[in-house]
């Protein structure tokens, strides 16, 4: 009896994709959800569409640009 049970739940979930969609979110979906929401709330503090500026201080007491010397530019023909 308990084999026939076990065989037609089996049976259920593989070929009725309805049945197989609802045991897999009760399985492992919810966990899924959540931690996708805690992912893009720690990647996007800020609302959508909002402009986000990041500022690079310049150092103290030389030039702002980094790099090697400066070397002028001949056009050649």
């Known amino acids: 009896m308990l084999l026939k049970v076990l065989l037609v739940f089996t049976l259920l979930i593989i070929f009725v994709p309805p049945v197989r969609r609802f045991v897999f979110y009760l399985l492992v979906g919810r966990q899924l959800v959540k931690e996708q929401r ?8 800020f609302r959508e569409g ?10 103290k007491g030389g030039s702002p640009m980094k790099g090697g010397e ?3 530019y001949e056009e050649v023909k």
């Not at 805690?38 to 503090?45: I, K, L, M, Y």
Request: proline share 10%.
């Open 38 to 45: 805690r992912a893009t709330e720690r990647t996007q503090p």
């Open 50 to 59: 909002e402009t986000r500026v990041a500022s690079n201080p310049t150092r």
């Open 70 to 72: 400066y070397v002028d």
